[in-house]
């Protein structure tokens, strides 16, 4: 029987699951623009109220704006062939569009917002229609002219929110973000197609895992660059010593964590799963909430570090002990999302730092990080000792469903 046209795009069943040279070096442009996030959020820590909360949000939408580009990327790679040309020639582009994204972010909320949502129009807009003219008659084709219509309906948001008056910029962008994470959410339905069923999608388990947990390897090693960077560029102290320290310490343990059992277990889960799609979509908010998490305590480690014994300051708390919380929270989702269950060190965790939080706020920041350190190596200890001896666990995803009847045309 012939090949359909734009059969030759998708990934064939004997394809690596692992991820390509090609997508590791996509991820350095990710990394720049995740450095460029921090720096953001940074230039936080001295603001208070209203300030504060308009800052955080304003950085919060940049990150998601580049956090859904990085998504879709993962998702193409899984679904498609990523030694094709055309793959490549795709990949490539996108990691262009997010360097200059990550060039501009310093500024993309005020004099370089037009460049910013250029870069960000182009990858969402363009890029799908390159996909389906590749697919031609192929059924896969709807999903990315699904995914353009989309983005063709957001874009007078984005292009408005760049060019017209500054007040405007985040009610419009915030709008326009909101909508294309609904859209990818409802399977982008449009008029007379429907939607497309994410949770029938036909992916790479293996290979969408393995770009997951780089992708919180990646957040992890933009927390060590910040470590090293602050640390060397101050005036070396016992006081910085120590804070330095600490801090590498707590992502050594973030980083024990997540992969203790059910971080270890997410490729095992995905190729067990009757509907990939569904847990590949669940684990894709999850890890999106790990990364942010990973990234907003990296701005903690250089605020303890830059001045470790200053006074307490409003928003160095929502870093330093903010960010190991929703950390543990995104833990706990992934955990039961693979196994079912939640194991009891992240609640006694969390509830830790929840009881220390008021206390923190009449402290040093250097005793915030430490405290975090502290909580973090109970977990730690606490998952030791419960796994201690025993084998890794059959993932039992309830979120996988069952075997679908039916597969949709386009998946």
């Known amino acids: 029987m012939a090949a359909r046209p734009g059969a030759a795009l998708l990934r064939p069943p004997e394809s690596s699951g692992r991820a390509t040279f090609l997508e590791l070096f996509f991820d350095l442009a990710f990394v720049v623009a995740l450095t460029r996030v921090s720096q953001r959020f940074a ?19 940049l990150f998601l704006a580049l956090w859904l580009i990085w998504s879709h990327t993962t998702w193409i790679t899984s679904r498609y062939e990523p030694e094709q040309p055309l793959i490549q020639a795709v990949v490539v582009g996108t990691m262009f569009a997010i360097l200059v994204m990550a060039v ?47 983005a063709a309906a957001t874009a007078p948001l984005w292009l408005g929110g760049a060019l017209g ?19 990818w959410t409802l399977g982008w339905p449009l008029p007379g197609l429907g939607a497309s069923r994410i949770s029938r999608w036909r992916i790479a388990g293996t290979h969408l895992a393995d770009r997951y947990q780089q992708v919180v390897l990646i957040a ?23 804070a330095f320290a600490v801090a590498f310490t707590t992502s050594a343990l973030i980083w024990r964590i997540y992969f203790h059992r059910a971080g270890l277990l997410l490729s095992e889960a995905l190729d067990r799963a009757a509907m990939p799609g569904r847990l590949g979509t669940a684990s894709e908010r999850t890890h999106l909430l790990i990364v942010f998490s990973v990234l907003v305590t990296s701005v903690g480690y250089e605020l303890v570090i830059d001045d470790p014994y200053g006074p307490p300051r409003p928003g160095w708390l929502l870093f330093v002990v903010g960010g190991p919380m929703l950390f543990l929270v995104a ?24 009881l220390f939080t008021a206390a923190l706020t009449r402290w040093a920041p250097m005793v915030g990080l430490s405290v975090v350190a502290g909580v973090l190596a109970l977990v730690a200890l606490l998952d030791a000792l419960r796994g201690r ?22 998946a």
């Open 389 to 410: 001896g025993r084998p890794l666990e059959v993932p039992a995803s309830p979120v996988a469903g069952e075997t679908p009847r039916d597969q949709d045309s386009e």
């Open 104 to 150: 501009t972010l310093p500024r993309a909320m005020e004099e370089r917002a037009a460049l910013f949502a250029a870069a960000y129009l182009i990858v969402m807009l363009v890029r799908p229609l390159v996909v389906a003219a590749a697919l031609r008659g192929h059924p896969r084709r709807l999903v990315p002219f699904r995914l353009a219509a989309w």
């Open 220 to 242: 992890l090693g933009e927390s060590i660059l910040v470590i090293g960077t602050v640390f060397s560029g101050t005036d070396y102290s016992g006081e910085r010593a120590a």
């Open 43 to 61: 230039g936080l820590s001295d603001d208070t109220g209203w300030t504060l909360a308009e800052g955080f949000a304003r950085t919060l939408l």
């Open 165 to 183: 008056p500054d007040h405007l910029r985040l009610p419009l962008w915030a709008a326009a973000l909101t909508t294309d994470y609904l859209a």
């Open 331 to 354: 833990r706990a989702r992934l955990e039961y999302e693979i196994l079912g269950r939640v194991s009891r060190s992240r609640v006694i965790g969390l509830v830790a730092l929840v």
